[in-house]
Each structure stands twice: as C-alpha cells, then as structure tokens.
C-alpha cells in the first residue's frame, strides 16, 4: 500500500544530537497564579490545572499568594533532606556500577516532589509511593542501614530477600509497600482513604505516580473512585518528561496537562512547579487542608525533569539530547533552595559543603554497617527457608513439603 | 436450624459476619442498595447502612485496588464481583498486589480481602456469564480459591473466609443458588428446601477451608469434584448403580490431598470433573496429584470430565455443559475390568 | 442307530472327579469296544479307559488338563455304525472371537483423531499401576505372564490364576509374549505333587532333625555282601540297610509310625512298618510303598524296594503300590548334599533323608582319622512328634547304623 500514513505520533523536543527545546512546557511566572480556598469547587478554580504554581522566582525571592511562609529552619530541614537523597543516590549508583547490589533507581533532580510533600503531610497520612520516591523514606527518617539492607537483600532486609532494590515499605512509617507494577498503588491509596473516611478519621492517603504510569487504567480507577467518595486522598503525577524512553507525550501530555485531567473526573486539578520546594510544599498543604475538611481529593500534577536514567539498566543518551537537563527551565530543586535560603541570609555555600560533608559521611558509615549484615557475595546470607513464609498467612501444607524438598536439593 | 437457599445461606453469613466484626464491610455493583443481581446482600444495607454496604462504580479493576487499600486500613473487606467473567480487570490487582503483599512486605502489610463472585454455567448464560475461571487463580500463589456446592457448606466457608486474613476469591455455582441441579435441565427444578444441606444453621458457624467433604461414601469408584458437579456425579453415579465414592473438594487452595489420596487408594479408580474447560483446567491438578501420590494403587487411567475446550457458547447449553452421560462414559471407562 | 453318551466313569475310593492327561481318540474316530480312548488321572494314579461301547465319536468333552466330574458326559458314540456325516468337532473356545475383540478397540479408536491406540510394545508389558504392585509382592515375573486384556495386558485376574508361569485360560490363547519364554501347564502329575507339598507343608508344623552318622562299618559291610554277588545280580545300596534299621527302631519309636486322620481327629498307630521309597520318575516325585518292611529280610526289602521304585518310574505302579506308606524315606543318593529339609508324606509323621556318604577327617577314638560320614536329614510332625522323640529315634537309628550288627539281633525278650 503506498498511501502515506495519516496517523499523528508525538515527537519529543529534541533527539539525541539535536538542540534540546521546552518550549512545550507551559510555565506561568512565579506567583501568578490565584491561590483558591481549600473548599472551592473543582469546576470553578480549573485553570489551576493548566497553569503552573510557583513561588520561587528566577531571582530565588518567594513570591506570591502561594508563599507557604516556612520557618528557615525547617526550610533547612526541607534542604538537608533534599540533599541527603542525592547523595544517598549517589552513592547507591556509584555502588551498583560497582556491582555490590544489582539495581539502583534514582531521584535526581525531583528530590522536592517527595520531601516537599511528606513534610506538607502528617505522620499518620498514609503514603503509597512509586519507585522514585526515596526522599519519603528519607523525610518520614527510615534509617538508611534499613534502606540499604533492602537494597542488598541481606539478613537485615525488610522484605526479607523478596523484593528487587529499591522496593522499600515502612510499617512504622506509613509508607506503603512498593510494587513492581505501574500505577497500583493509586487507586489502592483512595481505598485507604475511602476507609479513613468511614471510620471517621482525618488522616489522608497521598499516592504518587509518573506521567507515563497515568496511561495505566489504575489512574482512571483512583480519580473515579476518589471523585465518586469525594475520598480524602491526593493523588499526585510526577510528570518528569520521561518513562523510560516514552516521551510524556505518549501518556497523552501533548494534548493536555494531567492535572486538567482532575477537572475531567471532577476532582480539584493543580498544576506545580515540581523543582520549587515551596511551590510544591504549598500545594500539597492546600491539598491536605481540603481533604481534612472534607472537601475533597486533589490531582497535583508536579513538572519536573528525570535528570538521571531510569534506572541503572537505562541509558538515556541514546533516547535523548544528552545536555537536556542542563536546558531544563525550571532548574534543580536543591540549588534553587539553597539559593533562596542563602538569600534571606539563612544559609552559605560554606554550611552547604558542611553537610554536604556530613551527609556523605553519614551514608558512608550506614553503607559500612548495612554491609556487615551480609552482601551480594559475603557475608551472612539469608536463610532460603524464608522463601516459603509469608505467602500466607500460615505456611500450609503443599508449601511445607515443597520447603523440604528444596532442603533436600540444596543439601 | 433454616430452610435456606444458597442465596440466603451467603446473606446469612455476610449478615452474621457485618454484625460480629465492625470492620467488615461489603462492596461491589448494585449490592448496596439494590441487594445485589442475585439478591445475595438483600437487605444488607438497609440494615447495617450505606457506610457498611457500598455501592460501587463499574470498574472491577478499581473494586479490588480500593479493597486492598481498604484492607490494608483495618478494614476487613467483601468485594463482589458480579459475574467471575468480568474478574479479569481486576486481575492486575489480585495478581500482582493482592496475592503477594503479605510476602514483598515480609508480613508488614496485608489485605484479607475476601473476593466474591458468581460463576459457572447451566443458565443459558453464554459467554460473559457462564465462565469458570477458577483454575486461573489457583495457579497463583498467595490466593485462596473456595467453591462451595450447597447452601450449609456456603455459608459455613464464607464466613471462614471473610475471617481469614489471607485474600480468598470465593467462587459461587449460580446454577446452584436456588436449589441442586443435576445437569438434566429437562426435570423440574429441585429446590434447597429439598434437600438436607439446604437445611442451615441460622448463627454463626464455620467451615474450615482446605477441608473436602465425601458427600457420598463407595467403594468402586472415586469421583472428585467440586459445585455444580457434585450433584451431576451423585446423579451419575445412582443411574449406573455404580458404588462411587464422591468427593466435594469445596476448597481448591488449600486443597485437601489427603481426602482424595484416601478415597483413590481405597477405590483405585479416579475420575476428576469440573465444569471449567478441559486444557490446563484445575482437574489436570488433581490428576497430577493422584499419579503422583497414588500411581501403585490405580487400576486405570485417570479420567476427565469436563467443558469442552470453547468458549462458552449460547445455543449449545447443553451439548456444552457437562452433564450426566460425559460423567458416565468416564465412569464406565475407568472401571472396565483392569 | 442311537446315541450314547458315556460318562466319567467311578474310579474307585469314593473319587470325585479325574483330570484328562490324554485323548486316544478324536470326535468322527471310529472305535471298538474295550479299545482305550482316554486317559485319566485320580490322586495319583493314571487309568486308561476303555471304549464301553463300539461306535463312532462324535463328541468328547474336555481337553488335557481339564478336570471332569464323575458321572458327567465325557464322550458322546454314535452306535450301531450306521454312517453318518462327520460332525465338525465342538468348536474350541473361540481365538477367532478374541482376535475380533482385540481389533475392535483400534477400529473405534480410528474414529478419534489423535488417540493413542492401545500397542503392547515388543519387550514391554502392559498393566496397570496398582497390577505391578501386586505381582511385585507376590514375587511374580510379569514379563512370564500372559494378559487376557486387550493388546495382551494383564489383567488383574490374570495374576489371580496360580503364580508364576501362570495358568491361563483358554481365551488367553494369543501369541506368545516373547520367544524367550515357554508355558508349561500345570498339569496331571505336576500339579498333584505341587498340591501336595503345599498341602503338606501348610497343614503340617514341619521340624526338621539333622545327625551325622558313621557309616564306615555299614560301608564295609556293605562293600562285604556285594562282593559274594554274582556278576550281574543288583548290589546292595543304602538303603535296604537303612529301612532294615529304621523297622528296629520304629518297635521303640511308634509315635512315628503313625498316620494322622484329620477328618476324624486320631492318630492311626500302625504295626506294620510300610516304607514309602522316595522316587524320581520322568513324571516327577512318586511314592511307591514297600509294604510290611518288618516281615522282611534284608535281600526281601531290597528286592520289594527296586520293585516298587521301577514300577513307580515307568508309570506302571497302580494305586495300591503308592499309597498306604506308615513314614517314608527319601535319598538323592551321590546328589544328596550335607543336610536337606524333606517334606513329610502326609498323612505321615515322620521322613527320614539320606545325604550324601562322604569320608570325613572326624575325631575317632581319640585321634583324627578318615571315616565315611552320612548325614540324615529328618522332618517330623511337631503336632504329634516331640523334639525329644524325634531325636532319640534318630539317635537309635544312628546307632544301628554306626554297628550294623545291632540291626540284625533280636530285641532281647522283655523280662
């Protein structure tokens, strides 16, 4: 058939060689856009869904109706919580090139998506996370021999040699368990809501997901439900530009925002500088005000960059411009923090590199111990028994003979 | 003690069960406030409120994630799914999160979710209405899988069910809901009232899964099965005058080796039949099982009774469904003399 | 011209049925009167029987190997020789018909696409799982049975017909499973003695007495008598010596010259000493009786014991001259080994085994020396026969035998 094609396919800005372009990236200036009460309705304060929440201007001054008045010091906790997730990240990546764990996902560039967030949230809000959201780990102080212990699958593993790195969940921290699977998390988040809700409870549930995972029918499952039970729940889409190789505009970004997608549903739909600390910070306290009071769940759509591949099986280069992240507009969540706090006097390069530092130190110790419970090659190995525990809640009978059989293979 | 049908045997469980533990609650399309399309939660909202029994959109994909996430807040959930053939939206869900989120989590989390749902054939269903999936789930670890065969045993198992802090998906012959139908649609409809089992204690009492039932004591012959063909070997078995040993398995995970082992050792002839198809179908399971565990006691191959390996059609109910003559051939063949 | 059908005949002692061991004569023969036409066989011996009639055959019932009720049709004669058309021969039972049934199964499983069609494969054999199990336990050779079932697999009640190289049933008359093997039925003789050693060894608590005995001086006696024979007459073997000594210790040891009668619950205690001689015969193991061993002399038991014993082995001894024996003896001669168990010759209590005469390095009179040494190998009847007495026969019969001279003096009269 010689006919030409007529199917439209999204392009990204720029492939690998070509000039990186974001001028796709609809951005508003810094404290422009009107910020509503909590309890307004989702189809009368929509264009929040398109338009883009910041605070922090080029000039690093914050700025606008959004201004989450912090206090410095906990904008420097905000910091050091940023800053210890990079560096955690950091040494995790260098750790797996060096083949002492199999796998490693990193966070950088949207350190504020997750510790913004989780310190604009309570510690009895339930959280159901992706894999990409280690800075809730971090904020909510999972201790890092913990993390690292999962990432080695060693005898101090939370998950028990169960999970691939990465996978983490905390009980005592109300960090949901991470699954493999895209996008499962979201509507399983607006059921935990759904039963705070018929208890009678204020906690919330926040969940998040990728632009790419919003594809999946999880998405429409949770902004159904979390608009049908009006459940006190937010729902939040990193859109980081990139799933892999599948540029955003696969999951339907060209077209229109994913925050516009809330109004669809008839859910609250905000749209958030991702890389700014009190941008993110304020929409999520606004959010979290209006779940508490009942009036509803909100979709936060947070525009950020994955600076980094995928994952450590990933090589970006060969999808995209390889100095793209150094084009992005909305610059690095940390510098642009930093900077902000130096500026009202609340902070110098000089205590940055002093944590700096310290931090490296700090995940430099915790690697050393986590180690000492066993690793990839050496060291204490757990008990392959425990393959067969808890896949119920009592290990019955076909799985104790299959445990005994294994035994006898192994000896 | 009650005459109940196995509609009433499941709403007196759910009943009983939303009465004893506050955190039950049910969920699932037109069960709230409707009563459900099977009038099994008749009345349930009236009783216990909106709060307790929801009515839910029509997204069998958003049920179950909403179930989990539920169950993972202290809540003891019962989600219907209105018919096992519209399960696999939210197969993602029960597969890849329900089943294994006791084990990735290492016990730290967990959802006992209990998934309720009609299946099976016999009502001129067709296709999206007659499935039995229920071979499916079984092959997935971290599930239970229970089909219970009358009303006693249903209301029994639900209940035991719906405690169990491991999610089950619990399966409903619908063709039994009223009364035992022998898989001869030409005689009269029997009704529970009938019948023995229909007779139902009214409060509460359970039954253990991964316990089969021997509904029929024998000696010639062991017929393993499960719902609707339960009373299509009973029937079966008493045309042939054949001395069959019948056993109701009423739960397939856990599944009750030792019951089946016993029976074929004593009989050593074994026929296993399910309405499901044939291919990979959960009896291929059990004759597995039975080689392996009873080889030096048969006298015969194994044999099979079951749908045939197509979809579910409309216009051949009954050429489809297997019914008393494909039970007897099987029988006939496993016990030419050896 | 009539039809007569002659019927198995009474053959004496109350028996029962015969087994066929022969036809003589074959539906459409023409025979005369008193012209044997079959043979027959009762406990143990074989009887011809005699045509009552003269006349043509026109059926006969049974083949060899089947038993037939006294008194039940055996041969149907046509008589008064009118001629009349050879009648084709009752049909056996049916190879045809089960060669039809075994192509049966595989015309119906053409029917079926891809069915695997029941093949008994060279060298394999087919039976079911739980049929291995039992001919496992039981010890039978599978690849020795025959199977009645479709394709040749053995059926359960294949393996229920007697052990191994089982019997099978005429509808079983297939090919041969393999060339290595070969049936043989059990049959007339054979299966009467497997009878009665199974009968014998179930109803009889068996226990067996092993002594080693001196036979130098016998031997030398022995060698001294056959040295006066003349050239051609039979030498002296062991055993009329042995019988001479056993009918002297028996006056001492009645207990073992009984005969226990179950049906009655007695043991029949005998005066006469009747000796059963263990033979070998082409047939198998018979019993020739040599009777009232105690009113005779040395050379009369020898001679009565080769009488019998030939008889017994060109199938001439009649029924009397196998029955009857009070306890018997039994020797495998140069082939007899250092011990054996025999099997009593119920309704007897007592055998007595001759083993093998060898020289031995033994102690004798205090210092190593060559004697010729022969064991007996007895078994007695616990039921009836103390150990004690079982041994303290055995022992006098050593004695005797170790001093020949003691066998031939009178018993001292009793005070």
Redo the contacts between chains.
Sequence with gaps: MNKHSRLHLPRPPARPGEKPDFSYVQISPAGAVRRPDVNARARDIEALAVEMVRVLDDADDAVGPWHPHLDPAELQVGLRHMLLTRIYDERMQRTQRAGKISFYIRSLGEEAVSVAQCMALRPGD?L?PSYRNQGLQIARGIALVDLMCQLLSNTRD???G??LPV?Y???AGNI??I???LA?Q???????????A??GEDHL?ASWIGEGSSAE??F???L??AS?YQAPVILNVVNNQWAISTFQGYAGGEQRSFAARGPGYGIAGIRVDGNDFLAVYAVTQWAALRARTGAGPTLIELVTYRASAHSTSDDPARYRAKDDQEHWPLGDPIERLKRHLIKLGEWSEQRHRALTSELEALVGASWQEAVTYGTLNEGPKLDPDLMF?????EM???LQRQRALMRMERS | MASMNMIQALNSAMDIMLGRDPSV?LMGEDIGYFGGVFRTTEGLQRKYGE??VLD??I?E??II???????????RPVAEIQFADYIY?GF??IV??LAR??????????APVTIRTPCGGGIRGGQTHSQSPEGIFTHV??L?VVMPSNPRDAKGLLITSIE???PVVFFEPKRLYNGPFDGDPTKPAVPWSAHPKGQVEEGYYTVPL?SADVVRSGSQVTIITYGTMVFVALAAAAALKVDAEIVDLRSLV??D?DTICSSVKKTGRCVVAHEATRFSGFGAEIVSVVQEECFWDLEAPIQRVTGWDTPYPHAFEWEYFPGQSRVASAVKAVMEPT | MSQFVFKMPDLGEGTVEAEIVAWHTQPGAVVTEDQVIVEVMTDKAAVEVPAPVSGRVLSVTGAPGDKVAVGSPLIVFETDAAPAPATAPAPMTAPAAVSAALKAPAAAAEDLPGTPIEAGRAGRVMTSPANRRRAREAGIDLSSAAGSGPGGRILRSDLNSTGVGAAVSQAANVAPTAAATSEIKVIGVRRLIAERMSAAKRDIPHFAYVEEVDVTELEALRAQMNAKLAKGEPRLTYLPLVISALVRVLESFPQCNVLYDAARGVLVRHRAVHVGIATQTPDGLKVPVLRNAQALGLWEIAAEARRVSERARSNKATRDELVGSTITITSLGKLGGIASTPVINAPEVAIVGLNKAVDRPVVHQGAIAVRRIMNLSSSFDHRFVDGYDAAAMIQALKELLEHPAMIFILKAKSP
């Excluded at chain 1, 509507?187 to 705070?196: E, I, L, R, S």
């Excluded at chain 2, 994630?65 to 809540?75: E, F, H, P, Q, Y």
């Excluded at chain 2, 989120?101 to 967990?110: D, I, K, N, T, V």
Aim: hydrophobic share 40%.
């Design positions: 339930m159901f939370m998950c028990k169960r999970q996978l969940h905390s009980k949901f368990s699954s493999g699977n499962t979201f509507p399983q988040a607006v059921g935990w809501a759904m039963a705070a018929i208890k549930a029918a999880d429409h499952y949770a159904l439900f049908v525990e808890d896949v119920f809640k019955p009978q076909h | 609650v709060h307790r839910t959109p997204a994909g958003g994630a909403a179930a989990i996430g539920m169950g993972v807040n202290g809540l939206p993602d869900q890849s999160e989120l006791r084990y990735r989590s290492a016990g730290e989390f967990f670890s971290g239970k169990d802090d491991d991964g856990p599944l080796v």
